[in-house]
Every structure is written in structure tokens, then in C-alpha cells.
């Protein structure tokens, strides 16, 4: 099931029958709107029949170019710079917060079975959202955004998919590499993809990376759990 909504509000898939097992929730970038996300949606739901997908609106019109235009942002790009952009990012943060938070709930869905994924200012949100709080979601896919800053400690829980080209001269994909060491550093569970070619878009072949990492990534917690349950029964435990 699909609902196209107005602009103003979010698009959401449904499964076609039966109560969502996951939550996949969707941020667009600067000067876009939910449909932007579409084609991460119709990957999502390709793999995931059984999961809800919510590609949400940004709360404020596009106000970076003069004139503005039809799209929206998460938050101002308008005089934005190394200085400001961070304390931009923690006033926008907290509605999105709260919005995750109503979706898990309406769908009653614990936090392990949501995700978000974010492309450029999306991207952006959806990383710092995980900084700012914990037990929000399992896993982040961020398509060609950055952090607003460098991260100081590991999200929560969390599983980071970081996917970029290697031709963005938008958010340079360096940025990105220097992240994903600091989280492994910190302790984060966290994968960078690199592709060639490709420059600041929602490229199919990141959009394929990135169902391969949901496929395929084991988060910690879980072979932490796995572990266990071997111990427990005095089982070899699970290659790590």
C-alpha cells in the first residue's frame, strides 16, 4: 500500500498485508522534497516487503537561493558556515527526534527495528540525530552527507553505513573517510563505502551498496548476543 501525499506532508508505504516488522524513515536534501527518496524507497521495499517506509518533508521552505522555490531543508543553508553550522543542525534536530519517536510508536515498533536513511542535508540529520540520542535507531544509511562535526564518542547501538562518491565535489568524500576512522576509533559499528564516478546524487549502485550493508552487516550487539547465548550453553562461540 502507498500514500502520495501533498508536498507538505510525508509519503508512506506500507506492506501489503499484515503490521510492519521494521521502519525505515527517510530524510531528502537541501531544496528537495520526500520524493527525492523514492528510489531508496522502492529499494527498501523490494527487500523489506514486510517494512514500513515514511520519506518525510522538511519542516522549512528552501530558503538558500534567492526567490526560494518549491523544495524544502531541515534547516537553514542561508549564511551557513564552519561556525554556525552546527548549532543549526541541534536547533533542527529535536522535532525530528520527536517525529521518530511518534512514527515507532504509531507503528509499534521498538527502537532496534527502526532506521533512518539521509541523503546530503538528510544525511547530515540523520548522523547527528544518533549522536544527539540514544536508543533512537539501529541503523543509519547517510547517502553523501557529512557530520557537522567530528564525532567524540560512538552512537548508541547503532549501525552507521556511510555511502558516497568519489567525485563529490559538494561534501568531498575525504570528509567522510576521516569520520568513519574517528567512529572506528571510538568504538562504532560503522562501513564506508568509496565509489568511483560518481558524484553528489543518489547514484543506483550507492543505493545497491547500501541494501548489500543492510543484508549482510552484523551489528555488534548481535554477535554480543550470540556470544552469550553460546556460553550460556556451553556451546564454541561464533567466529568474530
Known amino acids: 500500500m502507498t500514500r502520495e501525499a501533498a508536498p507538505s506532508d510525508a509519503l508512506i508505504w506500507l506492506p501489503s498485508t499484515g503490521k510492519p516488522d521494521l521502519l525505515f524513515v527517510l ?11 523514492r528510489p531508496v524507497a522502492e529499494a527498501l521495499r523490494a527487500q523489506y516487503p514486510q517494512a514500513a517506509v515514511v520519506s ?3 519542516p ?13 531543508q531541515w534547516y537553514s543553508l542561508r549564511g551557513a558556515n564552519d561556525d554556525n553550522h552546527g548549532e543549526r543542525v541541534a536547533e533542527a534536530l ?4 520527536r517525529e521518530l519517536r511518534r512514527l515507532a510508536a504509531q507503528f509499534e515498533l521498538e527502537w532496534e527495528r527502526v532506521a ?6 538528510g544525511a ?18 547517510a547517502f553523501s552527507g557529512a557530520y557537522a562535526g567530528s564525532p567524540d564518542h560512538a552512537p548508541f547501538e547503532v ?7 568519489m567525485k563529490d565535489v559538494v561534501l568531498p568524500y575525504q570528509d567522510q573517510v576521516d569520520a568513519a576512522r574517528r567512529l572506528v576509533q571510538l568504538g562504532a559499528d560503522v562501513t564506508a563505502d568509496i565509489l568511483p564516478g560518481i558524484g553528489h546524487e543518489l547514484h543506483p549502485e550507492l543505493i545497491a551498496k ?13 554477535w554480543r548476543a550470540a556470544v552469550q547465548a553460546a556460553e550460556e550453553q556451553g556451546l564454541k562461540p561464533p567466529l568474530q
Open 94 to 97: 529535536p522535532a525530528l527526534i
Open 159 to 165: 549501525s552507521v553505513h556511510l555511502l558516497h562518491g
Open 60 to 72: 522549512e521552505p528552501f530558503d538558500a537561493i534567492p526567490g526560494g522555490g518549491s523544495g524544502q
Open 116 to 121: 533512518m536513511g539521509g541523503f546530503s542535508q
Open 56 to 58: 518525510l518533508n522538511g
Open 27 to 37: 530524510l531528502h536534501g537541501a531544496g528537495a522534497d520526500a520524493h527525492q527518496m
Open 210 to 222: 547500501a541494501m548489500e550493508q543492510l543484508r549482510t552487516f552484523v551489528p555488534a550487539r548481535l
Open 124 to 141: 547530515v540529520m540523520a548522523l547527528e540525530a544518533v549522536q544527539a540520542e540514544v536508543a533512537l535507531v539501529g541503523r543509519v544509511l
